[in-house]
């Protein structure tokens, strides 16, 4: 069951991980094609020291990163969470829409964390989707502690996958990573501090050559790459393989053949990989961060044979660090599958979105202010702030004053930067284009929560109208989170099938809790009341529901 027992590690480090799966799954049909699937995770802290410095991180049933969740399109997920940390604990599904069901989003304005030393369970069905994604710790910089794993969303008996199975099918979760505790970095950020450059770069947990994975020749492999770090972009790469990539975050793709592929912070691909070699040869599989002043390196020993010689070709990805020519036209190459089902057997092109009448236009800009004396990261204006009450629980309650919708527009203001609780009103159904805008040097990753959306175009700011001249109104790919590149812009077109309070977010965990983040919330016309909303809406507040701030005594 282990997700990740095909990588070997070989340097033993002071904790011994635990690369068996512990994670108890039991069956039972709730109709035909729905399966209902239980999992049951302890949440605990313990020390590794995956660059050679002992850190406390954040396991899960022992294992870093933590168990598979696999399910299928449409099935049901239980998930028990022990919280044994010392601190209030929420866990967030990286891409997975929640069918109706923002109440286990698992964020901090849909859910009240869990307490230490108690259990909360998640449940809820999967919307119709596909694909590889990965859950992560949302609260309180835990993210810098690990507690992230693997998901997949296997194709529905009924529609086939749109490629030969591949012989192994394994997960690569790659990140940036720092020795520092996350309280350290954390205290840094309330400080009004920045972080400094990540230390390093983990492949599945471990720290650079401290892993081998074994190529069977002729063998294929499917890698489910996602990057689960904190800030920096990595590209991804096998010496001497080339890469055909099938999959975007549940879109099947145009099948093409990459070098290396750029994996923005909090995204997610699948690639194929025949392993065409024969003989004593190994090779590195690397993770090398892009636009940073100077290289960070993971990487992962490939061996033929059981080859236990040094890779010839040196660990470096051969890239331009700041070439971002090269990733913005490998982003606008990476094109949808028109013709095959994903999460239903009709084609992914019978949903034409470049024929859809678009409602509204939002202008999104990103920046940086100092307000009230503190570095903050802000949306048109305004950094998010955590209201008393989580927004969803809030608007349940019909709690007064705990947010306006008014509070953010829908273009940049010239208001100068505030604090704020910025929530989107948006009408379900709606099909909304928005443009990302990023005035800084630095790139961005943003992500959405509840819908996905088309990525339609991307270029240099500024962006006016005519730019819509040049968009991808036809095999744009449907992802959750994309990438802005410095004084750039990217255009997304969401349809908001899915009612409910969802986040939209930097995937970037600084700006994310220095405020760079809002919340759509989509309704219904008519459909203001949570407490008497039909289950067709949205799901109805769980049974289980914690409670906290001023809706802690109703
Ligand atoms: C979780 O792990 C902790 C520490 O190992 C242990 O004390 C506790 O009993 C475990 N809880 C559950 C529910 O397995
Ligand atoms: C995941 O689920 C699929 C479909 O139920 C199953 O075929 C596959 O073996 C599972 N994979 C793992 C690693 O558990
Ligand atoms: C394997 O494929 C890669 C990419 O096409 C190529 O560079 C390499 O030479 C091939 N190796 C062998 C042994 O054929
Ligand atoms: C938000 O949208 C809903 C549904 O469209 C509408 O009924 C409500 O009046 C709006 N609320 C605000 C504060 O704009």
């Known amino acids: 069951m282990a997700s990740l027992s095909f990588i070997t590690k070989i340097v033993t480090t002071t904790l011994v991980l635990l690369l068996i799966g512990l994670l108890n799954i039991e069956v039972t049909l709730v109709s ?31 294992e870093f990163p933590g168990p598979l969740l696999n399910a299928s399109t449409n099935d049901v997920v239980n998930i028990n969470i022990h919280n044994n940390l010392d601190e ?119 720290g650079p050559n401290q892993a081998s994975m074994d190529f069977e020749p002729g063998a294929t492999y499917r890698l489910r790459i996602s990057n689960v770090g904190l800030r920096t972009t990595l590209n991804f790469r096998i010496q001497e393989h080339l890469l055909l990539l099938v999959e975007t975050e549940g ?34 599989m690397l993770a090398t961060s892009r636009f940073t002043p100077m290289p960070l390196v993971g990487s992962v020993f490939i061996r033929y044979s059981g080859f236990q010689g040094m890779p010839i070709l040196p660990p470096n990805s051969g890239l331009d660090l700041y070439d971002y020519r090269y990733s913005l036209d490998q982003a606008l190459s990476i094109r949808m599958d028109l013709s095959v089902g994903a999460a239903r057997p009709n084609p992914q092109g019978s949903f034409h979105y470049g024929t859809i009448r678009i409602n509204r236009l939002m202008t999104l800009r990103n920046d940086v202010a ?49 604090m704020g609780v910025s929530v989107i ?68 077109m969401i349809k908001l099938d899915n009612e409910g309070m969802w986040n939209f977010r930097s995937q970037n965990a600084e700006r994310w809790y220095l405020g760079q983040e809002l919340y759509i919330r989509v309704r219904g016309e008519g459909k203001d009341d949570l407490k008497n909303i039909s289950p067709y809406d949205q799901a109805p507040i769980p049974a289980n529901v914690l409670k906290c701030g001023r809706a802690a005594s109703l």
């Open 32 to 62: 035909a094609d729905n399966q209902e699937w239980y999992y049951d995770w302890n949440v605990t802290f313990q020390y590794t020291a995956p660059l050679g410095v002992s850190k406390q991180i954040i396991v899960i049933n022992d």
């Open 88 to 206: 209030p604990f929420l866990m967030t599904w990286n891409g997975i829409q929640m069918k109706r069901n923002s109440w286990q989003d698992g964020v901090q304005e849909t859910n009240c964390p869990i307490s230490p030393g108690h259990t909360w369970t998640y449940s809820f069905q999967l919307k119709d989707q596909i694909g590889s994604y990965f859950y992560f710790p949302s609260l309180q910089f835990h993210k810098a502690a690990g507690g992230y794993g693997p998901i997949r969303i296997q194709n529905d008996e009924l529609v086939p996958v749109p490629f030969p199975q591949a012989d192994f099918d394994y997960d690569i979760l790659i990140g940036d990573w720092y020795n520092a505790n996350y309280r350290t970095l954390r205290n840094a950020l309330d400080n009004g501090m920045e972080l400094p450059l990540p230390d390093g770069v983990l492949i599945n947990g471990l």
């Open 251 to 284: 879109t099947y793709t145009m099948k093409q053949y990459y070098d290396s592929l750029d994996v923005h912070v909090g995204q997610s691909y699948s690639v194929l990989v025949t392993a065409n070699n024969t003989g004593d040869v190994s090779f590195y």
């Open 370 to 418: 100092f307000i009230n004396g503190r570095l903050r990261h802000t949306v048109n204006s305004v950094s998010f702030v955590h209201p008393d009450t989580p927004l969803l629980l809030a608007d349940y309650y019909k709690l007064p004053d705990e947010f306006q919708t008014e509070s953010i527009h829908d273009t940049p203001d010239e208001i100068f930067p505030r």
């Open 425 to 492: 009103n948006a009408t379900y159904h709606d099909f909304v284009h928005v443009v990302l805008q990023n005035p800084l040097i630095d790139i961005q990753s943003w992500h959405s929560d509840g819908n996905n959306f088309f990525v339609v175009g991307m270029g240099t700011l500024p962006w006016t109208v005519r730019n819509m001249g040049s968009y991808n109104m036809y095999d744009a790919i449907y992802r959750s989170t994309v990438q802005v590149y410095p004084t750039s812009w990217t255009a997304i």
